[in-house]
């Protein structure tokens, strides 16, 4: 195929040894005995909490407390805490192998310029979710499956005690694989829930289309009208 023309060429000009992956940007590659595959950071998920003098922290079942309600702070002592780093570590696990702190990291950068002692305890809690989680990731299966490409979407409906916007959510799965992922801010102030909703549907809508392009330019077009799913009734009806 490509992949092994593409090698042997270079194995024309350099010194090339090729071995099973195991590590890829400080993605660790797990190859199981039936061919599945699981991606995770556990190394460095583990490493984390050290830089934040965390190290004997207790673990949490959840990335964010549901009763947490941040808001932009006016203090000038934001300096005190390493906010910035930390949240930037949480956005790099965020959009590699952990989905589930999407919305925490999402959140919690917006604040980089704003953050106070509220503020570092809620991304304190993040890392203590992950520090009790470490060994989470993403499974793909080599069973053959045929789900074919489906997404889900959800909105949380006036999220932001700011300026009152609403939260976006998609998940895009392959044949039940989890392969795309986002949790971010709507750029517009929706009216209703269902605004909010049909700005969820409609985001992940244009990334559906481009996706469905680009497994066209790989050769594994996507046959037939795609599974989407919306838990909002009068989005769905719109």
């Known amino acids: 195929n490509k992949l092994n023309e593409f090698i042997t060429l270079l194995k024309k000009e350099f010194n090339v040894v090729t071995t099973e992956p195991n590590h890829y940007l400080g993605i660790q590659i797990e190859s199981l005995d039936d061919g599945s595959l699981f ?6 998920v583990l490493e984390v909490p050290d830089e934040f003098n965390m190290t004997n922290c207790h673990s949490v079942s959840t990335p964010m407390n549901h009763s947490c309600n941040l808001n932009k702070s006016t203090s000038s002592t934001n300096e005190v805490y390493p906010y910035r780093e930390a949240v930037g570590k949480l956005i790099y696990l965020s959009t590699r192998t952990r989905p589930d702190i999407s919305y925490a990291a999402s959140k919690l950068s917006q604040f980089n310029n704003c953050f106070d002692k509220q503020h570092w305890q809620a991304v304190k809690h993040c890392l203590r979710y992950l520090k009790g989680t470490s060994r989470k990731g993403l499974f793909y299966s080599s069973k053959n499956r045929v789900d074919g490409l489906v997404v889900y979407s959800d909105a949380s409906f006036a999220n932001d005690s700011d300026k ?6 998609s998940v895009f799965q392959y044949n039940g694989h989890c392969i795309s992922w986002r949790s971010n801010k709507q750029t517009t102030v929706a009216s209703s829930t269902t605004e909010s909703e049909c700005n969820s549907v409609l985001e992940a809508t244009k990334d559906l289309i481009w ?3 680009l497994y066209e330019q790989l050769g594994r077009k996507v046959q037939g009208p795609t599974t989407f799913y919306c838990d909002n009734q009068p989005s769905i009806k719109l």
Do not use: A, M, P, V
Not at 39 to 44: G, K, L, T
Not at 164 to 169: A, L, N, P, R, V
């Open 39 to 44: 991606i995770h950071q556990e190394s460095y």
């Open 164 to 169: 009152y916007k609403s939260i976006s959510g």
């Open 211 to 213: 996706c469905r392009q």
